[in-house]
């Protein structure tokens, strides 16, 4: 079942941290892998920023995982 207000107001959650912390990722080592900074992961999991579609694939191949696991829209 698809929530479309959130879908159009562009409310991305994820649990970003969650899966993180499971596989013993710091926020360094994901940022490392992910190519992208430590901040932008942080803003990520804190729900300060929604990625880009090219971040959340960048993060899901970091953590070999697919983004629909990791991302959704509220």
Known sequence: HL???????????????EIREEKGVSL???????????????EIENGQSDPT???????AKALNMKIEDIFWCD
Request: aromatic share 2%; with cysteine; hydrophobic share 40%.
């Open 28 to 42: 360094r080592g994901l940022a490392k892998l992910a190519g992208v900074s430590k901040t932008q992961i942080n």
């Open 53 to 59: 579609l090219k971040t959340m694939c960048r993060i």
């Open 3 to 17: 929530n479309w207000d959130g879908i159009l107001r562009g409310d991305i959650v994820n649990k970003l941290h």
